[in-house]
């Protein structure tokens, strides 16, 4: 008795991949037991030699034509789940109707990284950097369970269901109002670093520079990323002031639940999400955001 050649011995470590060319065909493939889907590979790849259970056989949507698409009507552009983050940063129109979006994919990873990952994979992920930004935009998710179906990510975030993400929707911001912006991922050096905290937001302010809408939402580390619902209903509609300000700096240093590292308290983090935050409202005050639609509107 010999051992195996080689080869064998390689092959026999991968589980079998399927290679659906088909939104149906992948979700009855995927009903087989032990599969998992993958995308970009970059999380399952990782978590695989991590010694993560990652089933015994792999659903690739790769092949899925559908899934790389990225169209826009007049209210909404949609982006394919199998969509790379490179393919979105390169994307005229998601540069020009989501530059919030933009900043906050141009923080994942490195080059080589956004060449593989996907926004589908990053958003199922559940932690990715890119779902604080979204979660501000309003996005919905477009899922595959026995038929298609539209929901809030806000709604997927806190429900998980098992289906296949084809697409996110994201409506157009109407060109009439101006619009700020916030995003910056807080992690333990400038770049290529995992995020301890980030922090996106979307305001839009009345002529009498109160702010009329808001959105703010935090995710990085190991937090559930979610919006910031009473944050923002402290500040809308209320006259810009340094006691308002002073007020919410004070809120948010004391209450909210994040989720803290080994390198980061929750203190720590609550304190990070208290300045910038509180920074980019002091900032609307001067008409400056992270970044701002058309100056001349
Ligand atoms: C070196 C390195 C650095 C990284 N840096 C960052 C970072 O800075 N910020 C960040 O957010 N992430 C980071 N990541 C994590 C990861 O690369 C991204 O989150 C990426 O977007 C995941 O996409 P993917 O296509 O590779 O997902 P995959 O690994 O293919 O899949 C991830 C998960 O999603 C599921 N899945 C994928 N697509 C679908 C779909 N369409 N429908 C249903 N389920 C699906 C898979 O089954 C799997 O559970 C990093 C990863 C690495 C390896």
């Known amino acids: 008795m010999g051992l195996p050649p080689f080869a064998e011995v390689e092959m026999n470590q991968y589980p079998p991949v399927s290679m659906p060319t088909t939104v149906e065909q992948a979700w009855a493939e995927a009903q087989k037991p032990g599969s998992t889907f993958v995308a970009g590979g970059t999380i399952v790849q990782m978590r695989r030699e991590q010694g993560f259970d990652m089933g015994n056989r792999f659903v690739s949507l790769e092949q899925i034509r559908r899934l790389k698409t990225m169209i826009e009507t007049d209210t909404a552009i949609y982006i394919g789940a199998f969509a790379t983050l490179a393919e979105c940063l390169n994307s005229k129109m998601v ?23 996907t926004l589908g994979g990053n958003i199922v992920y559940g932690k990715g950097d890119s779902i604080p930004a979204l979660l501000v935009l309003e996005a919905n998710v477009v899922l595959y369970h026995d038929g298609l179906a539209t929901m809030p990510l806000s ?6 269901p098992n289906a296949l993400l084809t697409e996110v929707e994201i409506g157009k911001w109407p060109d009439m109002t101006q619009r700020f912006w916030l995003y ?13 905290v980030t922090v996106a937001g979307v305001a839009v302010l009345d002529n009498d520079q109160t702010i009329k809408e808001l959105k703010l939402a935090v995710g990085g580390g190991e937090m559930v990323p979610h919006r ?67 100056d001349s509107l």
Not at 95 to 113: D, H, K, M
Not at 155 to 160: A, M, P, V
Not at 184 to 196: D, Q, W, Y
């Open 95 to 117: 540069a020009q109707e989501q530059p919030l979006l933009v900043q906050a994919l141009a923080s994942i990873g490195a080059p080589a990284v956004r060449n593989r990952a």
């Open 228 to 294: 910031l619902l009473e944050i923002e209903q402290r500040l809308i509609g209320k006259p810009l002031t340094n006691e308002l300000l002073a007020d919410v700096y004070q809120f948010i240093k004391q209450t909210g639940t994040l989720v803290g590292t080994p390198f980061a308290t929750e203190t720590y983090l609550r304190m990070v999400l208290a300045n910038r935050i509180v920074s980019f409202v002091d900032g609307l005050r001067g008409g400056r955001g992270d970044g701002k639609t058309n």
């Open 184 to 196: 910056e991922k807080v992690g333990r050096r400038e770049t290529f670093t995992a995020s301890l």
């Open 155 to 160: 709604e997927w975030l806190q429900q998980k």
